[in-house]
């Protein structure tokens, strides 16, 4: 089993930025792919950005290229997304998301590879 508590959404103005965090619990948080994915109103669950295990390889959606940020810190269990330039449609439920058996060089923007999610956080963009 793994745990995983999002934190650090809220409401900012366009422009602005977020910094979202990720803690993790349970089995070995270093032997874990992580991803952020994020899901809006009336639209379907999509990957913001994934890390592999060594955090080495990093794949972010085309949207957020050059704005968004994502690192894990093994130390202390967390997996961590800056978000800076934030649009209104940025504005979605952000989730967090574990895949246990990826390889040592494995990332997926597929949400069926995910083993474990978070409850998610929510982040408001106004215009």
């Known amino acids: 089993q793994v745990q995983l508590v999002e934190s650090g959404g809220g409401l900012v103005q366009a422009g602005g930025s977020l910094k979202l965090s990720c803690a993790a619990s349970?089995?070995?948080?270093?032997?874990?792919?992580m991803a952020w994915f994020r899901q809006a109103p009336g639209k379907e669950r999509e990957v913001v950005a994934a890390?592999?295990?060594?955090?080495?390889?990093?794949l972010y959606a085309d949207s957020v290229k050059g704005r968004f940020a994502i690192s894990r810190d093994d130390t202390v269990n967390t997996v961590s997304l800056q978000m800076n330039s934030l649009k209104p449609e940025d504005t979605a439920v952000y989730y967090c998301?574990?895949?246990?058996?990826?390889?040592?060089?494995?990332?997926?923007?597929?949400?069926?590879?995910?083993?474990?999610w978070g409850r998610g956080t929510q982040v408001t963009v106004s215009s």
């Open positions: 349970g089995r070995a948080f270093d032997k874990s792919a």
């Open positions: 890390v592999n295990r060594n955090g080495g390889i990093k």
């Open positions: 998301a574990a895949d246990v058996s990826a390889g040592a060089y494995d990332t997926s923007r597929a949400a069926d590879d995910y083993d474990y």
